[in-house]
């Protein structure tokens, strides 16, 4: 597994909520389990406990997308570096079941962690996977999705750092907004227009008689 991978754990913690909405899926203990995906081991720890711990973690989190998103790279640093020092991991090499063709373990890396919650699990690995993913490719690739009223975290992975949306269904929507304000500016300009040539027009009658 990538270290990469990691960093979907922090995306998926704080898109469980969609504040301009209105909108909250962190409700249950079985939310909390289903954050973790194929980590079936790691969710089994969780506990209605959780919740609310999980809550207070989301809320650190995103701040630090809040943060890379206006700009302020030292604070979005401060705010995950606290994160990390508040839930340390340990890298390991692993080889799990995994075998190549020969038979030979597939060796990768894998954060070990050692919580004394499903929370302090969770966190630890969320904040370790979105530090790699920062320092890797830059803070600028920590974003919140430019769709209103829509705000949902997402890491930017495209070539050219130019993505700015959190689905291809945000983005459809963005696109269609901006077509749509187009049309009505170009129509009240035309309109604007013509009421003026008939302005013109009527003066100049008027200047005839």
């Not at 939310?31 to 720890?45: E, I, K, P």
């Not at 309109?191 to 005839?208: D, H, I, N, T, Y």
Request: aromatic content about 6%; charged content about 30%.
């Amino acid at each position: 597994m990538e270290l990469a991978y990691y960093s979907d754990y922090a995306v998926r913690l704080v898109n469980s909520e969609e504040p301009a909405r209105g909108k909250d899926s962190l409700t249950s203990v079985e939310a909390v389990r289903d954050l973790f995906g194929d980590n079936s081991s790691a969710a089994r720890r969780a506990t209605d406990a959780d919740v609310t711990r999980f809550r207070s973690v989301r809320g650190r989190l995103r701040a630090v997308f809040e943060a890379a998103d206006k700009g302020d790279e030292t604070l979005a640093v401060d705010l995950l570096n606290s994160l990390l020092l508040e839930f340390p991991v340990s890298p390991q090499i692993s080889g799990h079941d995994h075998r190549d063709e020969d038979g030979r373990p597939l060796w990768h890396m894998h954060l070990a962690d050692h919580p004394s919650n499903a929370t302090a699990g969770y966190a630890a690995i969320a904040a370790m996977g979105l530090a790699f993913h920062l320092t890797e490719y830059g803070v600028d690739r920590l974003g919140l999705c430019e769709a209103a009223p829509c705000r949902n975290a997402y890491l930017d992975t495209s070539t050219n750092r130019s993505r700015r949306y959190c689905s291809d269904r945000c983005a459809t929507r963005a696109n269609v907004a901006a077509y749509r304000a187009r049309k009505r500016l170009e129509a009240d300009r035309s309109g604007s227009s013509g009421l003026a040539a008939e302005s013109v027009q009527r003066s100049s009658a008027s200047g005839e008689r």
